[in-house]
Each structure stands twice: as C-alpha cells, then as structure tokens.
C-alpha cells in the first residue's frame, strides 16, 4: 500500500492533533504485525478453534442448472462466529489490542451487527467495552443491543444530529480523544483515517486467499467473475485480494434502494450521485449536497446504508479494476428467496445484493466458466425485514400475539 495511506487521490488520514501520537502508535503495531509471520499465524489459529475458519466455498448446483450458465460457487462467511465477516476484522484488531496492552475498545455501530462483534471479541478477551450507537438504531435493533449487553457491552445511545450511525461515529471519535492511554477504537470496515482501510482490508484477505485455494482445488481453475456486496467494503475488499493479480472480473455490488432513480439509495460508487469529499477522517465518495452535508440513504439491508465507501475501492473502480452495480430491495428479497429454495442457504440481506448480479450475468456466461460470489453473512438475522417484505400473515399472527402476551 501507498505511503500515508492513499490509494490513488484516495484515503489519508483527517484527525484531530490530539489523536495522531495514537494513530502513529497504531500504524507502528499493525506494521510490527504484519511483518511478523508469527502474527497471522496466532490469527489463522484463533480463527480455526473460534470461528470455523477455513469457511467452505459451496457449490451451488441447484442454482447453477436454474441459470444455465457458469458454475456458481458460494463462499460461506456466514458460517464464521456471529454470523457473518465481521469477525474476521474484529478478533484481528483484538489481537492488536492485545500487542499494545490496551484494556478497553469502543466501536460505532449502525444496525448492530459490529456492535455485536465488537462486544463479542472483548468479551473473549476480556477488555471493557463501550458501544456507541445512535438513538433510532438503539430503538430499531433491540435484538442487538440485548445481546451487546449481554456480552458485558456498555451501550450509548446517540442523541446528537440525526441520531444515527454517523453521529455514533463522531462520539466514538470523542471518546478516543478523551481514553486514548487506555483505549483502542475497533473500526467496523474498510474506511477512516489510514490505517484502518488497510488494516481491515489486511484481516479480511483471509476470505480471498481461502476462497483462491478452494477454487483452484475444486475446479482446476480462476473464477471469470467475483461478486460481493459493498457496504463500507470490507467483505468486499477481503475477497478481491485473492484475486486482484489475477485475469478475474472483480464486481461489487451496493444498495440500489427503491431504484437510483429515486435517489432513496445507498450507491456511492455505481450512481451518480456521490462526489468526493473529506468526513470522518479520511477522503473519499460521499453521498452528500453540495455544502457537503451527508445525505440520507436507504437500503432494506442496513449494513450496507453508509454514505461512505473504501477509498481502496474507490481507488480500484478510478483505475477501472472493480466494476460496480446496484441492486434495489426488490430484487434482494427475489434473490434471497431462490436461494433459499434452491440450495437451503439463507444469505443476509446485504449479501443477497452479490448474488442479484451474478443471477443476473449467469446466464450470458458458459458452463466453462466458474462463477464466486461472496455470501458475507447469514440471515436469520433479517426476519422480521424479510418476513415483512414477503407479507407472510402467520408472521404477522405471532408478532401480534407476542405483544399481546406483554400488555396481559
Ligand atoms: C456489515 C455487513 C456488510 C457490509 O459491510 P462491508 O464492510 O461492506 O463488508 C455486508 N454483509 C454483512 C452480512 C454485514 O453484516
């Protein structure tokens, strides 16, 4: 990577004077770790005996015979611990945390799941834990935020600005400013100030170097495309790695919302509608008006609703590397419903927008061709989003009886 942490006119490193000695002391640690082949080791194992890795790369049959076209693979982060890629970045930047002998971490989250990771990993390692997150999410993920507390998490709700995840990103800044001795602030994905996009990017590359090996040895060969969906990037990132020398079409796909047309999405990098700007710290596509304020976006997978995005990956669409597509809730619940039936796998909502495209270019591809689309996460996770969307009235019936049982 690029000196300071650019990536192309991407990237840097936007922080307030009194954090940089702490960021500097972060540069160092990542840079002692990553040169230190023991590091990746003691974070293979961890992630072998914690969290199922290797994660399998599943051939869809069944799905393939439907399109018709290249052979669809599967490559099953879902699988990993709390359900989804997170955990790859969070128990990498406890190993850190340990190497710095730091006790305590503070995460920002939107919908809940890096709370959840975050919250498990010190949990594991035994570090406080101070979540921050904005009011309406606080309200809207109750699940979540049980379980965060469950796992010894304090949780803050968020009560400036518009109470939501950019606002429990400011507040976790702040916290930092104030703890920094103590305390180390685990990023949720490939963004911020340097170094984060590339240390999470470093802990994710573990998907794309299994998922390489698994291709080659399952089928003999490169896959033509890969496809995974795009938040701030992470998943995506990780398993691009495995193939960014190699003659692969690399696509990322973000939240097209109720259609881009209507400008209710969360597309940086496949619309028109984000520009380049400097926020939270480091330089990249934002979704914003013209004085710069963050616009709102929607997405019915909440993971993937920033205004954001990686400015690795911006970097990588600027020099043509990934091409970017969009997908609109519609065509996510569609996707995510074939694949239910068709190979009993229940995709996240965020993932299921990888597989909308590869549907989509399947069939223009041939029986030759190998295709790998990145499954981020599980699910379950999304029941009551997907049960709503579906309309599925024995659903409604036991949300409705539920209550019921609590106001008796
Ligand atoms: C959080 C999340 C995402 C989005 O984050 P990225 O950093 O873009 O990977 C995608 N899929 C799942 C299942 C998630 O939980």
Redesign the pocket.
């Known amino acids: 990577m690029r000196e300071r942490g650019y990536y192309g006119d991407f990237g840097g490193s936007f922080i307030p004077e009194i954090l940089v000695a702490t960021f500097d002391e972060l540069v160092d640690a990542f840079a002692e770790a990553k040169a230190d082949p023991a590091f990746w080791r003691e974070y293979e194992t961890l992630m072998s005996s914690y969290s199922c890795r290797p994660t399998p790369l599943t051939y869809a049959e069944n799905l393939t015979e439907h399109f018709g076209g290249g052979r669809i693979f599967i490559k099953r982060e879902d699988l990993n611990h709390t359900g989804?890629?997170?955990a790859n970045n969070v128990m990498g930047q406890g190993l850190i945390v340990k190497r710095m002998g730091k006790q305590r971490v503070i995460a920002e989250t939107g919908a809940g799941?890096?709370g959840v990771a975050a919250a498990t990993m010190a949990a594991k390692f035994g570090f406080d834990c101070t979540i921050y997150m904005g009011e309406v999410d606080v309200q809207r993920q109750r699940p979540n935020v049980f379980w965060m507390e469950q796992l010894g998490a304090e949780v803050v709700p968020v009560s400036s600005g518009t109470r939501i995840l950019k606002d429990a990103i400011n507040e976790a800044f702040r916290d930092w400013v104030t703890n920094m001795d103590t305390t180390h602030y685990v990023l949720g994905?490939?963004c911020g100030p340097h170094p984060f996009p590339e240390m999470v990017t470093w802990f994710q590359s573990i998907i794309g170097s299994e998922a390489r090996r698994q291709v080659l040895e399952q089928t003999g060969q490169l896959p033509a495309r890969v496809y995974a969906?795009?938040?701030?990037?992470?998943?995506?990132m990780g398993i691009f790695s495995g193939f960014l020398d190699d003659p692969v079409e690399l696509v990322g796909v973000e939240a097209g919302g109720r259609g881009l047309e209507t400008g209710e999405h969360a597309s940086r990098l496949a619309s028109d509608d984000a520009s380049v700007g400097i926020a939270q710290g480091y330089k990249t596509y934002f979704l914003q008006d013209g004085d710069g304020q963050m616009k709102e976006t929607h997405s019915i997978a909440a993971?993937?609703d920033y205004v954001g995005v990686s400015p690795i990956l911006a970097d990588l669409r600027e020099a043509g590397r990934v091409r970017f597509a969009a997908a609109t809730d519609e065509e996510v619940v569609e996707a995510l419903r074939l694949t239910i039936r068709k190979e009993g796998l229940i995709p996240?909502l965020?993932?299921s927008h990888g597989f909308v495209q590869a549907f989509k270019e399947a069939p223009t591809l041939s029986r030759d061709d190998v295709i790998v689309i990145n499954q981020?996460?599980r699910g379950d996770k999304d029941i009551f989003t997907v049960a709503d969307a579906i309309g599925d009235p024995k659903w409604k019936q036991f949300i409705r009886e539920k209550a019921e049982e609590y106001d008796a």
């Open positions: 989804a890629h997170k799941q890096h994905t490939a969906c795009v938040g701030g990037g992470s998943n995506a993971g993937l996240a965020e993932s981020s996460g």
